[in-house]
């Protein structure tokens, strides 16, 4: 036997497992979002390219006619909302936890993996939500460019 003492090795802080923790289940959530959803029912593309070209075209006529637009409508809260707040909320307490355990001078390691688990999630709900609002922005160029072929009169 050996007199020398096993070297100790730091064990992970309440914060940094806590970090790792929700940074992990933020970013399951936010790929079972992307993966599996939308989980609320939706309405053919069809009938939305159709409805968001008509309101175009109303708009247009109302302000070339001076009047007011209509009052804005409230949006619902669905399952698909809710899931999506919970992804990006999850991943910022993961990296609130990790700079909790940093400034409680924890290891380092889970601090890193939590609060990069956290942004990761956070980041990539960002850049798809990037992606599709410029694809959304050239459909939207496409349907203004031929609004006179779509909806006659």
């Not at 802080?13 to 289940?25: D, E, K, P």
């Amino acid at each position: 036997m050996s007199n020398t003492p096993a070297a100790s090795v730091p064990s992970a802080g309440w914060a940094g497992i806590a970090a790792v923790l929700f940074g992990g289940l933020a970013l399951l959530i936010v790929l079972i979002e992307f993966s599996a959803g939308p989980f609320a029912p939706q309405p053919e593309a069809s009938t939305v390219i159709g409805e968001t070209a008509a309101g175009i075209r109303d708009a247009a006529r109302r302000a070339l006619a001076g009047e007011a637009p209509p009052p804005p409508t409230a949006r619902t809260w669905d399952i698909d909302r809710v899931i999506a707040l919970a992804g990006m909320a999850t991943g910022g307490v993961a990296v609130i936890l990790a700079v909790l355990g940093a400034v409680l001078r924890e290891p380092r390691t889970a601090l890193v993996g939590g609060a990069a688990l956290g942004a990761t999630a956070i980041l990539l709900k960002v850049s798809i939500w990037i992606a599709l609002l410029v694809a959304g922005v050239v459909i939207l160029w496409a349907i203004i460019d031929n609004i006179g072929d779509i909806l006659p009169g």
